[in-house]
């Protein structure tokens, strides 16, 4: 059978578990990205610490003259572009250090699903990629972590299978677009509404009774 594996855990929480600055950050990405928990933001925050530790050690070792770590800050770099937080040409280890987790919450499948228009919100592309609706490369990817590099942005869609490859589906509808509910009116809430312009005609006033015009007897009676 083998040894059982036990796997690392793949984030660092935060060193201290109670600042109130970082919680109400943390909570506004959360909503923000339609994440699940807080969790997810400590793994895009540690593929981001490594990123940097890796930089900042490469140019330590190229200001000494390695020609490996030239070779390997290259690599860095490239797989930095390759991932979309760097633009292909132009960039340097320096551009690593100015990197926040913001650029890896964007390359998510999640974002990339609902920047694209595939979604109305982020909770929707989240469900949607759960439930197999998404294709990338010809292929059902149901995390919605799952970082997508430049090549694989260009081939997200909705799977063939699914309901929502048709346009006139009621959940491919904008929020402007879709009719509201009707709402029957509460019979004890029907009485609080101020009256109506008929009302008030009949009435006279609002909430007054109408009387009656003075004959032309009476009018010259009160006259005197």
Known sequence: ?????????????????????????????????????????????????????????????????????????????????????????????????????????????????????????MKQARQMIVHGHIYMNGHRVTVPGYIVTRPEESSIEYNPSSPFTDDLHPMRQSKATQKKPYVPVDMRQRDKRPPRRDDAKKTGRAGAPATAAPAAGEKATLEE
């Open 1 to 121: 059978m083998g040894d059982p594996k036990f796997p690392r855990r793949s984030y660092n929480t935060p060193s201290h578990p109670w600042q109130g600055e970082r919680i109400k950050a943390e909570a506004d990405i959360v909503r923000q990205y339609g994440l699940k928990n807080k969790t997810e933001v400590w793994k895009a925050q540690t593929i981001l610490r490594n990123f940097r530790r890796q930089s900042r050690e490469l140019q330590a070792r190229v200001r000494t003259g390695e020609s490996q770590a030239r070779m390997e800050a290259d690599n860095l770099l490239t797989k930095c572009a390759r991932i979309g937080v760097l633009p292909v040409e132009g960039a340097s280890l320096n551009d690593i250090l100015t990197l926040t987790d913001v650029k890896i919450l964007e390359r998510r499948l999640q974002t990339i699903v609902y920047r694209k228009g595939l979604t109305n919100s």
